[in-house]
């Protein structure tokens, strides 16, 4: 499969495309990278250099896959975090060339916003660009739980709640919703939960809680339930797998107490991931 992926790239450290392509890789797809910001790494380590990238240079990009034919053989889109409005209408409209060439495309929307410890890190009319736009025409997107509230305006104490905000999002254009980064009232308080919702029903997964600055993970799990979805379309095999992976992964970053995702060191957790946590039908 060949997996076109929009977001950020840092130089040092595995957030963005550079949480992405590797997983995808690993899975068997051809990525296609454009950054729509490029750092030297991740703004949390304390100071960074680099800046969100040109959206004229974004669309020439596109646009040159496209007068190439690349864009006709593109099965799936993938977009993160995009640095501004103007790179965000610029990867929608890449999105729009990539789906003129191939109707049948899946488009998976991380609609990265910000999160419960540090707010939105986005601008306003950012946030309405991704909420009004992006997420009506994506397939697939994986909001945490932060970013879920935003979009439906109210906070998710339940399960319940989850479930009904999953329902009122998909009413707006994706077919599948999964929220990460769940804590509601059915999780235990050691725990995280992942909640994946569709027309066909709803799964929950729980996964340990693990502490520290694990940036990047919301990055690599979309890339990773994008990837596992690509190879058999089961969301529920996806949803098993990419939480499996990236456990594993977040899991030998704390061990090994790194400011980085252990990305290289813990490969083999994307192709055979050492734990796989039950999955549940709650709806």
Known sequence: MNIFSLQSHVVYGHVGNSAAIFPLQRLGHEVWGIPTVLFSNHPKHGGFRGRVVDPAQIRDLAQGLDEQGYLRRCDAVLSGYLGNMESGQAVQEAIRMARTGNPGLIVCCDPVMGHEQDGFFVSEDLRHFIRDQLIPSADIIT??????????????????????????????GPK?????S??????????????????????????????????????????LLLGNFMLDRDITAALRLATASTYGILAATVAARSDVLELIPAQNEIVAPSQIFEVVQVA
């Open 182 to 223: 769940l804590s509601v009232s059915e999780v235990a308080v050691d725990r995280i939960g992942t909640l994946a919702a569709g027309e066909a029903g709803a799964w929950l997964v729980t996964t340990p809680r693990l502490s520290g600055g694990l940036f990047g993970a919301g990055d690599l799990f979309a890339a």
């Open 143 to 172: 909001p945490n739980q932060f970013e879920t509230e935003y979009l439906v305006g109210h906070p998710l104490g339940s399960l319940s709640d989850a479930l009904a905000a999953c329902d009122q999002v998909r009413d707006r």
């Open 176 to 180: 599948q919703v999964v929220v990460t």
